[in-house]
């Protein structure tokens, strides 16, 4: 989506002029929803009426709420996955027999990761600017909240 409005930025760069179709694959999901959908309304609001996808949100057309949106509604479109769920969150594990359950955990082998720690210099620059941020918010800055 907004192609154009990439290819437009991608102009703005020094150095060698490029399309965004000659750096990524671009999938036309506007096309997608045409060949599915002929003759119906197609744009975003419409495509998240029909698949129930939730756009209370967007009171305006910004790209970032968009590209969220859009993603809701191509993994309701193609009938995949239908949530973005991350690693972290809690899933209902899948019952399965304890062999495959093995075969799953010693598939990947552990790696040990690196920790990086804020500087005493970095975590006081941090704290000055959640300051500016509570002022300028008159004392709404959600990361000073207590929990």
Request: aromatic content about 4%.
């Amino acid at each position: 989506f907004d192609v154009g409005f990439i290819d437009h930025e991608l102009k703005k760069l020094k150095g060698e002029k490029r399309r965004v179709n000659t750096l990524c694959s671009v999938l036309d999901t506007l096309k997608m929803a045409r060949d599915k959908h002929p003759g119906q309304k197609n744009n975003l609001d419409a495509l998240c009426k029909r698949y129930d996808v939730d756009n209370s949100n967007r009171e305006l057309h910004g790209a970032l709420l968009d590209a969220e949106i859009l993603a809701d509604v191509y993994l309701a479109m193609t009938g995949g996955q239908v949530a973005m769920l991350l690693a972290a969150e809690e899933v209902e594990p899948k019952t399965s027999s304890e062999n495959e359950t093995e075969e799953m955990l010693t598939a990947v082998p552990p790696r040990k990761l690196r920790v990086i720690r804020a500087s005493e210099e970095e975590l006081a620059a941090h704290e000055a600017m959640l300051e500016k941020v509570q002022k300028s918010s008159g004392g709404e800055c959600v990361w000073l909240r207590e929990s």
